[in-house]
C-alpha cells in the first residue's frame, strides 16, 4: 500500500495515538492505523504531526534544537520522504517477522538513509556510538528511526526479540515486539484487536448455532 495516497480526514490527537510496538521503528510503521480497512487514518499525514509525533516518542530528543516548520516549498518533498521510508520500514520488519529475504527496494529506501544517519554518529569518550543532530535537522528522526530499525532487525535475526503481525489482520496490520513471557501474543493490543477479534469469533458461533 502507498501510504502517500492515504486519506487523513479525521486525525486524532497525537498524544492520544497508541504506541503499542514496543520499538521506534515499529511505532513509525504502525502510524497508519488499520491499514487494511477500507478507510484508513495516517496519524503523521502533515509536518506538524510528524515533529508532534516525532516528539512524542523520542525520535526528537530533548536537548535537539528542531523547532522550526518546513518552507512552503519543503513541505511536499518532506511527507514524500517520511512515506517512502515509512512503507519500506513496514515492508522489511514484515519481511523479517516472515522469516523471508528482505526486498530489495526497500533495502535500498534503508541504506540510503543508514548512510545519511552514519554521518551524524560519533564515537563518545565513554564507548558508545551515539547520535547527534544537526540544528533544524528535520530528517534527524528519520535517521533514528533507520538506525532502530537495522537494530530491530539484527535482535530479531539474533532471536533477542520476536516480531509479530497483529492476528487481526482484516483491518489493522500492525506489527509489534513480543516481548511477552509466553511469546505468544497475538494483537497489537488485547484492549483493541483482541477484544474486536473475540467479540468477531463470538458472533461467529452464534450464527453457527442458530444455523443448526
Same mark, same amino acid.
Given at each position: ?9 479525521? =486525525? ?26 477500507? @478507510?484508513?487514518?495516517?496519524? +503523521?499525514?502533515? =509536518? &506538524?504531526?510528524?515533529? &508532534? %509525533?516525532?516528539? #512524542?516518542?523520542?525520535?526528537?530528543? =530533548?536537548?535537539?534544537? +528542531? ?14 520522504? +517520511? ?17 523471508? =529475504?528482505?526486498?530489495?527496494?526497500? *533495502?535500498?529506501?534503508?541504506?540510503? %538513509?543508514?548512510?545519511?544517519? #552514519? ?9 558508545? *556510538? ?20 537495522? @537494530?530491530? +532487525? ?8 520476536? *516480531?509479530?503481525? /497483529?492476528?487481526?489482520?482484516?483491518? /489493522?496490520? %500492525? ?8 511469546? #505468544?501474543?497475538? %494483537? ?18 452464534? #450464527? ?5
Amino acid at each position: 500500500m502507498n501510504s502517500s495516497s492515504i486519506p487523513s480526514t479525521h =486525525p486524532r490527537p497525537i498524544a492520544a495515538v497508541r504506541l503499542d510496538g514496543g520499538r521506534l521503528c515499529i511505532d513509525f510503521a504502525n502510524t497508519i492505523h488499520d491499514r487494511f480497512a477500507p @478507510e484508513v487514518e495516517d496519524y +503523521i499525514s502533515t =509536518p &506538524e504531526r510528524y515533529l &508532534e %509525533w516525532a516528539k #512524542r516518542v523520542g525520535a526528537i530528543a =530533548p536537548d535537539d534544537t +528542531i523547532d522550526i516548520l518546513p518552507l512552503a516549498a519543503e513541505r511536499q518533498p518532506l511527507m514524500m520522504e +517520511i512515506h517512502a521510508l515509512r512503507d519500506a520500514v513496514y515492508t522489511l520488519l514484515l519481511a523479517s517477522a516472515d522469516c523471508v =529475504p528482505l526486498p530489495p527496494d526497500a *533495502l535500498v529506501i534503508l541504506n540510503a %538513509w543508514l548512510r545519511s544517519a #552514519r554521518q551524524s554518529q560519533t564515537f563518545s569518550a565513554s564507548g558508545l *556510538l551515539e547520535f547527534s543532530a544537526e540544528p533544524d535537522d528535520l530528517y534527524a528522526p528519520l535517521k533514528r528511526i533507520a538506525l532502530d530499525l537495522v @537494530e530491530t +532487525i539484527t535482535e530479531e535475526r539474533a532471536r533477542k526479540l520476536k *516480531l509479530r503481525q /497483529c492476528a487481526n489482520r482484516h483491518s /489493522c496490520g %500492525w506489527l509489534f515486539a513480543d516481548t511477552s513471557k509466553n511469546g #505468544r501474543r497475538r %494483537w497489537c493490543a488485547m484492549e483493541t484487536c483482541g477484544t474486536i477479534s473475540k467479540m468477531a469469533t463470538r458472533r461467529d458461533k452464534n #450464527r453457527s448455532h442458530r444455523a443448526v
